[in-house]
Nanobody
Framework: QVQLVESGGGLVQAGGSLRLSCAASGRTFSPSTMGWFRQALGKEREFVAAISWRAYYADSVKGRFTISRDNAKNTVTLQMDSLKPEDTAVYYC????????????????????WGQGTQVTVSS
């Protein structure tokens, strides 16, 4: 059974940094794509960043967030710098284990497995 276990998150002042990590287990091979989504209170879940053969980002976080992965450990990390109050949300790790095409996957319904979510709060 696939499990995604997230760590990190918390409360930080605007301009500060946080690091989120996610460890995937349950398969003998690495997922094709690992990503992060977020959901603010009262809003829909939205794409933040993902990494497969390349890293790609939502425009709202480009230049501030960095995603990386360690295939040997099946982990993905999201380094978040220059945080803004509008980054406040529950952040979810997600994996797409087998990709049918070499392209960017930004839709939540394109991912197979999800973590439990971790709260990130940025105060002004």
């Amino acid at each position: 059974q696939v499990q995604l276990v997230e760590s990190g998150g918390g409360l930080v002042q605007a301009g500060g940094s946080l690091r989120l990590s996610c460890a995937a287990s349950g398969r003998t091979f690495s997922p094709s794509t690992m990503g992060w989504f977020r959901q603010a209170l009262g809003k829909e879940r939205e794409f933040v960043a993902a990494i497969s053969w390349r890293a790609y980002y939502a425009d709202s976080v480009k230049g501030r967030f960095t995603i990386s992965r360690d295939n040997a450990k099946n982990t993905v990390t999201l380094q978040m710098d220059s945080l803004k109050p509008e980054d406040t949300a529950v952040y979810y790790c997600a994996t797409k284990w087998a990709a049918s095409a070499r392209r960017d996957y930004v839709g939540a319904n394109e991912y197979d497995y999800w973590g439990q979510g971790t709260q990130v709060t940025v105060s002004s």
